[in-house]
């Protein structure tokens, strides 16, 4: 079946690194992807990283991809205040023409 | 480019009322979609469009209907408000080819059904 699983909750102290997880379930997804959403706003695409790639680094942000696990990975180095938000983690099967995101991470950072 | 524009920001309608979301892309890509999220949850799709004249069922179509004339408009449309129609709406639409495979979202549209 379609389900992309997050944790609902991560809360940081500002300059730790933050870590955010995500599990799916096609082994087909040739693309995984991380969005951000800012209260009141759309989603914002932060990331993305081919389904062929173990790890993908873009300054601050860190995405690892375990497609033995099915087990998707952001880590935001030196975690700020402007980085509380939500986190979708979304897949992109093969097979279909949709996307399926995550529940969402809401993301806390605190002085 | 504009990106992905939706109208309006804002919307209270009475049950049973009807309106229609209005969605356009400047970017020229085939694929768009409708979802909608409601309050702590993540997106559910109702809609989406392959292209011009092609429009396919996603998760949660009862109660909406679209059409695609154009490459760059994607309206949906509330018949029949009800109160489960509350949510924000979000319009998007992607790009694949070349080695990437990309949603962009509009600003959404927020609705309340009274």
């Not at chain 1, 375990?66 to 939500?86: M, V």
């Not at chain 2, 920001?9 to 309106?19: D, H, T």
Request: glycine content about 8%.
């Amino acid at each position: 079946g379609e389900d992309v699983e997050q944790s609902l909750f991560l809360s940081v102290r500002e300059g730790d690194s933050s870590v955010i997880n995500c599990t799916y379930t096609d082994s087909s997804s040739t693309y995984l992807y991380w969005y951000k959403q800012e209260p009141g706003a759309g989603l914002q695409l932060l990331t993305y990283i081919f389904s062929n790639m173990d790890m993908k680094q873009d300054q601050r942000l860190t995405v690892l991809l375990n497609k033995k696990d099915k087990h998707l990975s952001l880590r935001i180095a030196d975690t700020q205040t402007g980085d509380s938000a939500i986190y979708f983690c979304a897949e992109s099967p093969s097979t279909s023409l949709k996307l399926i995101f995550g529940t969402g991470t809401r993301l806390q950072v605190f002085p | 480019n504009a990106g992905v524009t939706q109208t309006p920001k804002f919307r209270i309608l009475k049950i049973g009322q009807s309106m229609t979301l209005q969605c356009t892309q400047d970017m020229n890509h085939n694929y768009m979609y409708w979802y909608r999220q409601d309050p702590g949850m993540g997106l559910k799709l109702i809609y989406y469009s392959v292209g011009a004249g092609i429009t396919d069922k996603g998760e949660v179509p009862n109660g909406y209907n679209v059409s695609r004339s154009t490459t760059e408009d994607f309206p949906l449309r509330l018949e029949l408000a009800a109160p489960s129609q509350t949510s924000v709406y979000f319009c998007a639409s992607r790009r694949t080819g070349e080695g990437t495979d990309t949603q962009y979202f509009g600003p959404g549209t927020r609705l309340t059904v009274l």
